[in-house]
C-alpha cells in the first residue's frame, strides 16, 4: 500500500512562495507518476501538475504554469511542488497523488494524500 504525507503547506501574502513536498512509502516515486491536485471551497478538485514516472516530463494546468514547477527527488522518495507569485485564487488544500498513467482525470491516480492547506492572502 502507498502512503503519501504532504507537508509544506500554510499561509502566505499575494506574490509569495511555498514550496510543497509529498513524501511516498510503500513504493518509489522512481516508478510512479506523480501529481498534485487541489480543491478550493465549494469547487470540484482539479488537477495543477503531474510528473512521469522518469521525471523527465511534466504537464500543468494553465492557471499555474510558468508559476509552479513539479520536481521529483529519488532518492528522499519525495516530489516538490514549487509554487512562485501566489495568487489568492491558488487558496485550496493541496493533494498529492500516484499512479500508474499520467493524465490530468483524478481517475488517474490510485493513491492519495490527506492534503495540505494553501492560503493566500491579498
Known amino acids: 500500500q502507498v502512503q503519501l504525507v504532504e507537508s509544506g503547506g500554510g499561509l502566505v501574502q499575494a506574490g509569495g512562495s511555498l514550496r510543497l513536498s509529498c513524501a511516498a512509502s510503500g513504493r518509489t516515486v522512481s516508478s510512479a507518476v506523480m501529481a498534485w491536485f487541489r480543491q478550493a471551497p465549494g469547487k470540484e478538485r482539479e488537477f495543477v501538475a503531474t510528473?512521469?514516472?522518469?521525471?523527465?516530463?511534466?504537464r500543468y494546468a494553465d492557471a499555474v504554469k510558468g508559476r509552479f514547477t513539479l520536481s521529483k527527488d529519488n532518492s528522499k522518495n519525495t516530489v516538490y511542488l514549487q509554487m512562485n507569485s501566489l495568487k489568492p485564487e491558488d487558496t485550496a488544500v493541496y493533494y498529492c497523488a500516484s499512479g500508474y498513467y499520467s493524465g490530468v482525470s483524478r481517475g488517474a491516480y490510485g493513491n492519495w494524500g490527506k492534503g495540505t492547506q494553501v492560503t493566500v492572502s491579498s
Open positions: 510528473i512521469s514516472w522518469s521525471g523527465g516530463v511534466t
